[in-house]
């Protein structure tokens, strides 16, 4: 028996997701056992290899592993706030990023990285206010206004399931 094309194509996606669930639950990001150094340079092998392939689910379970094991780097702090930036958790981006500052306030590119998502997180907030306000009101105007300038500084806000630029 064959199914028409748009099933069997939402059965392929559901069981994607499915398995791509499974396998980040059996990742265990959160699994607080120390690594041994085998162990670390192969988690962090795994973490470089897949930040720079933008896989950023897997960079993010791979650097919050190594966050836990090596908690002093800055920049295993930094490349899991701009992978789960990427995943558009802007939360614990932020929570990484200022993980990183902390344990180097010198990191620019940590700083600017905070910066442009807590400007989205500021997009965001100001498009909803517009989006709810009641007709007229002074508010709504002036959200706007910062809106459109925030724009021009960094962009408009991406589509909804679309990260932002932090990298």
Known sequence: MSFPWPLRTLASIVLFASLLGCSAKNAKPDDKKPL????????????????????????AIAYRRLTIAVPGDPD???R???????????DRALAAYREAV????????GWYNLSVVEIRRAQNALTQLIRFAPDNDDNAARAASLLEALSELIGPLPAPGVAGPPG
């Open 36 to 59: 041994g150094p085998d162990e670390l340079r192969q988690v962090e092998q795994s973490a470089v290899e897949s930040y720079s392939k933008r896989e950023w689910l897997a960079a």
């Open 76 to 78: 295993f702090w930094f």
């Open 80 to 90: 899991l706030g701009t992978a789960e930036a990427r995943l558009g958790n802007s």
């Open 102 to 109: 902390v344990r180097d306030p010198k990191m620019s590119k």
